[in-house]
């Protein structure tokens, strides 16, 4: 396992420096919440009503749930538009037909039109052809600094990408298209290799390196190359790649579409604005939830016994909103959602995938104890939080435990999020080369007051600063 070259005694030091000044600089950075209301800051970019504030227009994606009526919120069924077209209509045309959609996805994403059948041959012959990783990108950028957490290497790979293109800073829409398709291509590449890197290095595992195959749907290449085996089932890649289609776009203002948005304004290079996104999906409050729900619900089948019992369980998320059980937060993983009022479609659609995997798996019991804790939370939150707000499940309530019938492990379910939502990423990159046109530069207003320079021979430790 890779480990610092620091000398202990400087470690030692380190430490008691920080220990020392980490209380010094929570304190001083703390800004009093009355100015936030004071000077009508939308916190989060929300308005009061909790609605997001109007950053920019799209035609990318739509995310619907909920209607203004005469200054009132009203909840409406959710709904997830890609390039106007239903994603529910979306995944099952392709479930009718029996083929995989992600590739169709990616296309529909990036040039905002269904492709005939000869594109979208023409398409996935592309993607295929970049799968492979450039000559020496693997030893070099992966298995020589592997990382204990795929998110960092995703990043890192992202980055290091910039090195190995012939064209790096062209801006140009045809470059950025090429770079695009190749990154959407790439990307369950270097996310399974950095995945063997830390199964290898830091889990003591053996290193499995398949190479991907070009005649591959992505949703095949990924079950191949993350098993030791590279054995799969039709029904596992064709539930993985229904998993892709639901987590490719989820409009501009998720946090890293925004994100590579913000950073493309800055007119930057493609790889510095996708690196940005995955570090902004790396997050615990966005692409991370999903591990916390499968956290929350092996914690619970540690705790209560009878799961039919729906007292038991009762008094378990009882627990959790009293920061009495699991990590003490008191919230209940995969409840709830920032736009979506009476239903999230994209776990409406998983939801019904589940149950036939589980049952294939002979994991109805897992299965019913989900729908009976999804009815539960919503009735003990409301209860508990005395409000008549209408919640539902979000789409992490579900994909965990399809990750895990999937025999994919905890570490890649944010990688796989990000491995999806690299084509809505580009997309929002494209469209914001075409029609932003102005960098992001919201306002920040300063709430210090002006503070007396003290000479260096005059200063004593611990003293206040004094305003001028």
Known sequence: MPTSNLDADIVQMQERFLDELSATATENNRVNPENYDKFEVKRGLRNANGSGVLAGLTVVGDVHGYIFDEGDRVPRPGRLRYRGIDVAAMTAGFRKDDRFGYEETAYLLLFAMLPTSEQLERFNKMLGACRKLPENFTEDMILSAPSPDIMNKLARCTLASYSYDRNPDDNSIRNVLRQSMELISRFPT????????????????????????????????????IRPTAEYTMSEAKLLDIMLVLHAEHGGGNNSSFTARVITSADTDTYSAIAGAVGALKGSKHGGANNRVMGMMTDLKAHVNDWTNEGQLRDYLLKILNKEAYDHSGLIYGLGHAI??????????????????????????????????????????????KTARTISVNVDFYS???????????ELYTPLFATSRIAGWCAHRIEEIVSGGRIYRPAFKCVMPPIKYVPLDKRVKGQKPVAE
């Not at 290898?200 to 070009?214: A, C, G």
């Not at 965990?400 to 905890?410: E, H, K, R």
Request: net charge negative; proline share 4%.
């Open 400 to 410: 965990g435990f399809v990750y895990d019938m999937l025999g994919i492990p905890p």
């Open 340 to 385: 979506y009022t009476l239903s999230d479609p994209r776990a409406v659609i998983l939801k019904a995938q589940a149950e036939e995997l589980a049952t294939e798996k002979g994991r109805m019991d897992e299965f019913n104890l989900y729908k009976t804790v999804e009815q539960l939370a919503i009735d003990t939150f409301c209860e508990f939080k």
């Open 190 to 225: 270097m996310m399974a290799y950095a995945y063997q890197a830390k199964r290898h290095y830091y889990d003591s595992k053996s290193l499995f390196i398949h190479m991907p195959k070009e005649e591959l749907s992505t949703a095949e290449n990924i079950l191949r190359l």
